[in-house]
């Protein structure tokens, strides 16, 4: 099976800083990972899918990119409501499909 | 609007089976895929399998021999079941909808607000 590694696993920041959580992959997997943001005692909302699209009505400070093994999510300016939980994802078809740890974002 | 909802029991005995139903409402239901993925408590999200409206099915290995989805789209619904459950199978279950290519089957772009189930005597 494909893994996921995202690193950090946590991350401190403050309002306004730029962030930038990474997804590494065991092996290539073209563009076929998604990232999604969990808030505490929430379902996930997808942000981005094909490693680099931005879901409609997510913002624009949301960015992805990468392919291969290497991926990243940026958020470019942190606003209060971006303090959550990211998880990366890969995307069918190569089941299973799999999510990384996951990566804590706080407020500093 | 989609919506997704999950109903089911909130406690499941050891060695049980454990049984959920997801009713979409607001949106097509064909032609799309549709999963469950879980997430035990402070721990992260553990795709489970999903179901075409067609009724063709895709489960994670590692639960193999013990998962069983199923579809009534007469009903806008999709099920999962999962025997001999232990307390390892304590989580909250969430459906989802995926795209509608198996390409996309893993891109959940609506989620149910999910349901805690404890499995335990």
């Known amino acids: 099976d494909i893994q996921l590694t995202q690193s950090p696993s946590f991350l401190s920041a403050s309002v306004g800083d730029r962030v930038t959580i990474t997804c590494r992959a065991s092996?290539?997997?073209?563009?076929?990972l998604v990232w999604y943001q969990q808030k505490p005692g929430k379902a996930p909302k997808l942000l981005i899918y094909a490693a680099s699209t931005l879901q409609s009505g997510v913002p624009s400070r949301f960015s992805g990119s990468g392919s291969g093994t290497e991926f990243t999510l940026t958020i470019s300016s942190l606003q209060p409501e971006d303090f959550a939980t990211y998880y990366c994802q890969l995307l069918s078809s190569y089941p299973p499909i799999t999510f990384g740890q996951g990566t804590r974002l706080e407020i500093k | 609007q989609v919506q997704l909802q999950e109903s089911g029991p909130g406690l499941v005995k050891p060695s049980e089976t454990l049984s959920l139903t997801c009713t979409v409402s607001g949106g097509s239901f064909s032609s799309f895929y549709w999963s469950w993925i879980r997430q035990p408590p402070g721990k992260g999200l553990e795709w489970i399998g999903y179901?075409?409206?067609?009724?063709?099915?895709n489960y994670n290995a590692s639960l193999t021999g013990r998962v069983t989805m199923s579809v009534d789209t007469s009903k806008n619904q999709f099920s999962l079941s999962l025997r001999s459950v232990t307390a390892a199978d304590t989580a909250v279950y969430y459906c989802?909808?995926?795209?509608?290519?198996?390409?996309?089957?893993?891109?959940?772009?609506?989620w149910g607000q999910g349901t805690l189930v404890t499995v335990s005597s």
């Open positions: 989802a909808r995926g795209g509608s290519r198996v390409l996309t089957a893993g891109s959940f772009d609506y």
């Open positions: 092996q290539g997997i073209s563009s076929y």
């Open positions: 179901i075409y409206y067609n009724g063709n099915t």
